[in-house]
């Protein structure tokens, strides 16, 4: 970070704070329209079943009842987020034929107000004819299992795998002076964003629909609900309001968008669903529960040779975002250290479970906490300290990840050394008290990804700027705060690049019908690194068009460099030459004979490899207490030292390893979906828990300094990698408190009780 | 127009239709926002006076109340839109010292409902010093007369002048066989609109000031609610939504525009305002009511020579566009005929009557009354038909237009034979019984005007069009469609420049926030040449890359001309070596690698003079049988004849002459605003006296052939110069049929039985 920035690298409070704690944000759940009708989904109550008949003649006779709809009236076009694969998109708004899971979508109801709604549901009267389902990963890869999708090819419940096979692992595993092998097996939890989710749709009298939608991917949703309505993707308007959190479950087209616009164009009114938490947390995505086979080849001296990774995700009833998830994990499983030979078995697999899909880390929260606690039972056993053993392996500038990417700027090294001194680590782990623990989990992440799963024609992200005679920008973009802070990082890098005061670049963002194609979305902490290069480009034309003026106006030599700072424009090596920014766009501008200036351009990763075009890494240590009469843990204290690149926004970059660590606590010692027979048990956020305010531990954090060359001011991924250290190093912790050590998660009170053997069985 | 056009050329009808026939169109006045305040504007009681206080406090202590504001506490900035001469701008939205007319605005009010805010209006007291005041343009010059804006440099009430002195006119005159001078009086009236003004504005917590809002002008309504906000231009966005209506009484800031936007920021809630049908015809803009003085000579033979042509305009308490008025009279006055020798003198003039403003025709209507009666007058003086009169000094192409323009495309000859020939002219004029009579008016129009008073810096219409792979297009503009139909018309445009359906193409209009910068608005008949060409020029650069792909992916020698039609783009030679225009569009974004194909262009017209880039011309006969007991007039038939150019859209041609012909008949018998003493007391629709539908006469019309090379596919304006011919028509029939000749309008019964010495004075 250089000295001589104003905006990149400062602690700017969100753009959009204001609004949110006064209350003036308007999310989709608060938009209205005259006429509005509300919709109302019934969904399956069995898990696995044909349907034989629905009769919707009650509901629709309702007073106040609009319109009812089943799979049958709509084109029943199957979609999914991976269209590069169309084979894998199987999933219809509304159940067809039969229904999969419970909570399925069978039909959909839209009526003058919610009660109405809600009564009419309750009138729509399903005959199922229910079927054996499968519930877990070994239920569905038995032999005989009945499939969960027998309308395709597929032979088995396994949708999708993925294999890797990297050096020779075998040689390697023969080589090894010590091999260790562990099964993980990881829960599924939930999002729990702040605002569920909800939209609002309208069609035109000229058959276009519009529609104001919680979501992370508002130009996803554009392609695929037109896809699904039988419309041309551009009569689809996709706007994105504020929107409370998405931690990925925002990032596919939903039933409720597409019944939203169905029943728009089919009533003639516009129509709002909103989602209630139950249907949330019973119905909704979740992150993928995993089992986790990893086992690891070192030598004495703790070099790693090898690792063979085998994991099951149980993807439930659809394949939603697993596909990616199940890509992912096979590379988070040989990151951060140096793996000569590596063996990656994924398997996608179905059951009637609501289906799983991306969330926070997309695969990475599990395969880390996976490999960081094999890691350190590792340590243990070859009594080297887990964070030597880490330094012996680390990664480096230039490192490989196994046969996909090269490794560019890494500062992970560094972070386990920063994270080692803030904590004294060589003083406490091992030494403290019973009942005091101490542990480490790290982390490497990407900087969005570079496979094109969603087969987009368009450049990964796309920007406009315009720039005016006032003295202001505005910047248009598809790219989506769902509550990160992008629309705040965005301006701050135009706001650096131009010299122009952030306070005057105005923004319009989120819009597939306003904003520049495309942007594939809030994903995979994808948005600093490609936006803001976009940012940069788009403004490329418009500042050489300023330079122009310059040099001409002030009679440069063409050697000068023109600078751009403090809403100025000026030559470098002489700033008297210079006029403010909106003077010299408004003589490049009359220059124009009065042609705006517009400058629009994208970002694109090439030559990067299939995974990310940058990773970020680092390193996390929990300080826990254990009371060992009742097993319940108490975080005191977490430290990260982590390298997200240059720090665009420190405070915004906090902000996010605070999330980070509150939902990477819930992971490790609290949230779980409990399931039985298909059913979601936990369905309130009194029976579903996630950490309180009350749990969250103090935080210290450093960010180590690296330039990523890829990177916008040389920034790659923060945030969403953090996800994922918590839970291992808090197990670490707990193991060094109590000697019991998780393989599954969350670790309960009883758990630790039980591996303490406080606990009879 | 070619025989190969599939849009142009054709009836289409308004693709804004359905919704509006529906009553799904909204417009400002349906908006609403959460928490939205309503606001009342408090106005002036009498015609002059000096404020002396102002009480807001029991209007401020009324529960529901949130603001009230005077002028004191706004910035005060004076605005208008000529701000080419910002001498011109003379007008606070809220009055700071001074009221000058009964409806003056003093005060606004923000309160929870419309009721409250009433209430709270009018308990506000206002302590005024009453000044003398001046209601005519005589009492207004007299010596020693008040003057309404005593705060500048002017010392008279006179604000503006402009005077045009071409060739030799007392020559002329001396050398004339035949001189007539005559003295016309047009009174006010009032553009009547269906949808009376409304806007809804709303501050963000950045100071950001979006407004929706009933005008025919956004951009003109951003730069000069920024500039009395004290705010930057970009800071405002302005969104134009339906509008019900404008006849160029919507082409201004407005009072309530500023107040609401005003509020919004000192409330942070949205505020609504909405006119009452009362205010508009009380305190609203109107059509300015003119003496006009027209002096004219001639050979025998009926040679024009010259004409002295003498303009006071009441332009009531401000200049709103008087200006404008004042100088295109000064054009108007000696459009249609070559006259060597042309003075004119035209004087815009203060008075504490409601200021008058810009309304359909901008000057034309009253001038070309003159004008057009005076021509009838000469004819039967001179024992010549007046049409054979006309025809003898017709333009045509390559005239000039005294001292400021040529005329390129003219049909105005073939407009009077066509005419004489659609009625009988020959067989009728002069030769009807008693009680019924023939006449006969012209008009030629400006498309657009050149001369920039607004002192944009960009150019005066832009178009940004995208091309999307699913074969559909985007365009956007801010060029408003305020009911006059451009929306379709730009669109019929696009789809004939492209070969693209017209249903396939997506508009967005009419918002300075999400469309090109800029468009000077929707006035003086200029959107269909300056949008359409900006249209034109915008999608060339997508056209030559489509035409690339296709020269390669068919390996065409480069000679091939690429024909775009059919939704295809194709070698025009072998239409079978093409591909659909999706299709061609997909391959154009892939060699963008992913960039999407966006062509913006505009559009200025230079070169032309400083009135316009074409004029239309036209001429009407009006078939009238009065009954001589009552006076009454009926209107039996109107037949036109006109050049508007290549007609884009022959049904909204005809719509656009129907509601002129309905305007016209409107000014000629019935519309007048009655004033006392500044008060207008024709204040509902129950005494100002319109049209009704069963008084509207059959229309009979053709449209001459002509190309105008300026305009595109050879289009110029159609409709505003329409409103002018019918008065004249109607005043020159109804001599026909009673011998009664109109000096001034409306010819009401009482005005024809005294010119018929039927009643007694």
Same mark, same amino acid.
């Given at each position: 970070?250089s000295?001589n920035?104003r905006?990149?690298?400062?602690s700017?409070?969100?753009?959009?704070?204001?609004?949110?704690?006064?209350?003036?944000?308007?999310?989709?759940?608060?938009?209205?329209?005259?006429?509005?009708l509300?919709?109302k989904?019934?969904?399956s109550p069995?898990?696995?079943?044909?349907?034989?008949?629905?009769?919707?003649?009650?509901?629709?006779?309702?007073?106040?009842?609009?319109?009812?709809?089943?799979?049958?009236?709509?084109?029943?076009?199957?979609?999914?987020?991976?269209?590069?694969?169309?084979?894998?998109?199987?999933?219809?708004?509304?159940?067809?034929?039969?229904?999969r899971?419970?909570?399925?979508?069978?039909?959909?109801?839209?009526?003058? %107000? *919610? +009660?109405? @709604?809600?009564? /009419?549901?309750?009138?729509? #009267?399903?005959?199922?004819?229910?079927l $054996?389902? =499968?519930?877990?990963?070994?239920?569905?890869?038995?032999?005989?299992?009945?499939?969960?999708?027998?309308?395709?090819?597929?032979?088995?419940?396994?949708?999708?795998?993925?294999?890797?096979?990297y050096? %020779? *692992? +075998?040689? @390697?595993?023969? /080589?090894?002076?010590?091999? #260790?092998?562990?099964?993980?097996?990881? $829960?599924? =939890?939930?999002?729990?964003?702040l605002?569920?989710?909800?939209?609002?749709?309208?069609?035109?009298?000229?058959?276009?629909?519009?529609?104001?939608?919680?979501t992370?991917?508002?130009?996803?949703?554009?392609? *695929?609900?037109?896809?699904?309505?039988?419309?041309?993707?551009?009569?689809?308007?996709?706007?994105?309001?504020?929107?409370?959190?998405?931690?990925?479950?925002?990032?596919?087209?939903?039933?409720?968008?597409?019944?939203?616009?169905?029943?728009?164009?089919?009533?003639?009114?516009?129509?709002?669903?909103?989602l209630?938490?139950e249907?949330?947390?019973?119905?909704?995505?979740?992150?993928?529960?995993?089992?986790?086979?990893?086992?690891?080849?070192?030598?004495?001296?703790?070099?790693?040779?090898?690792k063979?990774?085998?994991?099951?995700l149980?993807?439930?009833?659809?394949?939603?975002m697993g596909?990616?998830?199940?890509?992912?994990?096979?590379?988070?499983?040989?990151?951060l250290?140096?793996?000569?030979?590596?063996r990656?078995?994924?398997?996608?697999?179905?059951?009637?479970?609501?289906?799983?899909?991306?969330?926070?880390?997309?695969?990475?929260?599990?395969?880390?906490?996976?490999?960081?606690?094999?890691m350190?039972?590792?340590?243990?056993?070859?009594?080297?300290?887990?964070?030597?053993?880490r330094?012996k392996n680390?990664?480096?500038?230039g490192?490989?990840?196994?046969?996909?990417?090269?490794?560019?700027?890494?500062?992970?090294?560094?972070?386990?050394?920063?994270?080692?001194?803030?904590?004294?680590?060589?003083?406490k782990?091992?030494?403290?008290?019973?009942?005091?623990?101490?542990?480490?989990?790290?982390?490497?992440f990407?900087?969005?990804?570079?496979?094109?799963?969603?087969?987009?024609?368009?450049?990964?992200a796309a920007?406009?700027?315009?720039a005016?005679?006032?003295g202001?920008?505005?910047?248009?973009?598809?790219?989506?705060?769902?509550?990160?802070?992008?629309?705040?990082?965005?301006?701050?890098?135009?706001?650096?690049?131009?010299?122009?005061s952030?306070?005057?670049?105005?923004l319009?963002?989120?819009d597939?019908?306003?904003?520049?194609?495309?942007?594939?979305?809030?994903?995979?902490?994808?948005?600093?690194?490609?936006?803001g290069?976009?940012?940069?480009?788009?403004?490329?034309?418009?500042?050489?068009?300023?330079?122009?003026?310059?040099?001409?106006?002030?009679?440069l030599?063409v050697?000068?460099?023109?600078?751009?700072?403090?809403?100025r424009?000026?030559?470098k090596?002489?700033?008297?030459?210079?006029?403010?920014?909106?003077?010299?766009?408004?003589?490049?501008?009359r220059?124009?004979?009065?042609?705006?200036?517009?400058?629009?351009?994208?970002?694109t990763?090439?030559?990067?490899?299939?995974?990310?075009?940058a990773?970020s890494?680092?390193?996390?240590?929990a300080?826990?207490?254990?009371d060992?009469?009742?097993?319940?843990?108490?975080?005191?204290?977490?430290?990260?030292?982590?390298?997200?690149?240059?720090?665009?926004?420190?405070?915004?970059?906090?902000?996010?390893?605070?999330?980070?660590?509150?939902?990477?606590?819930?992971?490790?010692l609290?949230?779980?979906?409990?399931?039985?027979?298909?059913?979601?048990?936990?369905?309130?956020l009194?029976d579903y828990?996630?950490?309180?305010?009350?749990?969250?531990?103090?935080?210290?954090?450093?960010?180590?300094?690296?330039?990523?060359?890829?990177g916008?001011?040389?920034?790659?991924?923060?945030?969403?990698?953090?996800?994922?250290?918590?839970?291992?190093?808090?197990?670490?912790?707990?193991?060094d408190?109590?000697g019991?050590?998780?393989?599954?998660?969350?670790?309960?009170p009883e758990?630790?009780?039980?591996?303490?053997?406080?606990?009879?069985?």
């Amino acid at each position: 970070m250089s000295q001589n920035h104003r905006y990149v690298g400062r602690s700017l409070p969100r753009l959009d704070g204001p609004a949110k704690v006064t209350g003036r944000a308007r999310y989709a759940g608060d938009l209205s329209l005259p006429g509005m009708l509300h919709g109302k989904l019934l969904r399956s109550p069995v898990p696995h079943a044909r349907i034989v008949n629905i009769d919707v003649s009650r509901a629709a006779a309702l007073p106040g009842v609009k319109a009812v709809i089943t799979g049958r009236d709509t084109p029943g076009i199957k979609y999914g987020n991976w269209r590069l694969m169309p084979e894998t998109q199987d999933e219809t708004p509304l159940a067809i034929d039969k229904v999969r899971f419970i909570g399925d979508e069978v039909a959909a109801v839209a009526a003058l %107000d *919610l +009660d109405t @709604a809600e009564e /009419a549901v309750r009138l729509i #009267r399903v005959e199922y004819e229910e079927l $054996p389902a =499968v519930f877990d990963v070994a239920a569905a890869l038995a032999d005989g299992a009945p499939l969960v999708h027998d309308e395709g090819k597929l032979t088995s419940n396994v949708s999708l795998d993925r294999k890797i096979d990297y050096g %020779d *692992l +075998d040689a @390697a595993f023969a /080589a090894a002076d010590y091999v #260790r092998e562990d099964r993980f097996t990881l $829960p599924p =939890v939930s999002h729990a964003y702040l605002e569920p989710c909800a939209c609002l749709a309208e069609a035109d009298l000229e058959g276009r629909i519009t529609i104001w939608t919680s979501t992370q991917t508002p130009y996803i949703v554009q392609c *695929l609900l037109a896809s699904t309505l039988g419309l041309r993707e551009n009569d689809v308007r996709v706007v994105k309001p504020f929107v409370g959190g998405g931690f990925g479950g925002k990032m596919e087209l939903r039933p409720w968008e597409f019944c939203a616009a169905f029943l728009a164009r089919k009533t003639g009114r516009p129509v709002r669903f909103a989602l209630t938490r139950e249907e949330e947390l019973a119905t909704g995505r979740r992150r993928h529960p995993m089992r986790i086979r990893s086992k690891v080849a070192f030598r004495k001296d703790g070099t790693l040779l090898g690792k063979e990774f085998e994991v099951y995700l149980d993807g439930g009833a659809y394949n939603s975002m697993g596909p990616t998830a199940t890509f992912l994990c096979g590379n988070f499983g040989a990151m951060l250290y140096r793996y000569p030979a590596y063996r990656y078995r994924g398997y996608h697999v179905y059951t009637n479970n609501p289906p799983a899909g991306a969330m926070r880390g997309f695969g990475a929260p599990q395969a880390l906490f996976a490999a960081e606690s094999q890691m350190n039972i590792a340590a243990a056993e070859l009594g080297i300290d887990p964070i030597e053993l880490r330094l012996k392996n680390a990664m480096v500038e230039g490192d490989e990840i196994p046969g996909v990417a090269t490794v560019s700027s890494c500062g992970f090294v560094e972070s386990l050394e920063q994270v080692a001194a803030m904590t004294g680590w060589k003083e406490k782990k091992g030494k403290l008290p019973p009942g005091q623990g101490i542990g480490v989990g790290c982390y490497s992440f990407i900087s969005g990804g570079v496979f094109n799963w969603f087969n987009t024609q368009y450049e990964f992200a796309a920007v406009e700027v315009e720039a005016y005679d006032d003295g202001t920008l505005h910047l248009k973009t598809m790219a989506s705060d769902i509550g990160q802070g992008c629309d705040t990082v965005l301006r701050q890098i135009l706001a650096e690049e131009t010299g122009v005061s952030i306070e005057r670049i105005r923004l319009t963002a989120g819009d597939t019908g306003a904003t520049p194609k495309a942007d594939l979305g809030t994903w995979g902490s994808r948005v600093t690194l490609m936006a803001g290069n976009a940012v940069i480009n788009a403004v490329r034309s418009i500042k050489d068009q300023l330079a122009g003026v310059i040099a001409a106006r002030f009679d440069l030599n063409v050697i000068h460099e023109v600078a751009f700072a403090d809403d100025r424009v000026f030559a470098k090596a002489r700033p008297d030459r210079g006029l403010s920014f909106g003077e010299a766009v408004r003589m490049a501008t009359r220059a124009n004979r009065g042609r705006a200036l517009v400058g629009r351009a994208g970002y694109t990763p090439r030559n990067k490899g299939l995974v990310t075009p940058a990773f970020s890494f680092g390193a996390q240590v929990a300080e826990v207490r254990v009371d060992v009469e009742t097993g319940v843990v108490r975080v005191e204290k977490v430290t990260t030292a982590h390298d997200c690149g240059t720090v665009v926004n420190p405070m915004a970059v906090e902000g996010q390893l605070e999330g980070s660590i509150h939902m990477g606590l819930g992971y490790a010692l609290c949230e779980e979906l409990k399931m039985e027979g298909g059913r979601t048990l936990t369905s309130s956020l009194l029976d579903y828990k996630i950490a309180a305010a009350e749990d969250m531990p103090p935080s210290e954090s450093i960010c180590v300094p690296t330039f990523e060359a890829e990177g916008p001011f040389g920034a790659k991924e923060a945030g969403e990698g953090l996800a994922s250290p918590t839970a291992p190093a808090i197990a670490d912790a707990v193991h060094d408190a109590t000697g019991f050590r998780a393989f599954d998660l969350p670790i309960t009170p009883e758990k630790i009780l039980r591996g303490m053997g406080r606990l009879d069985e």
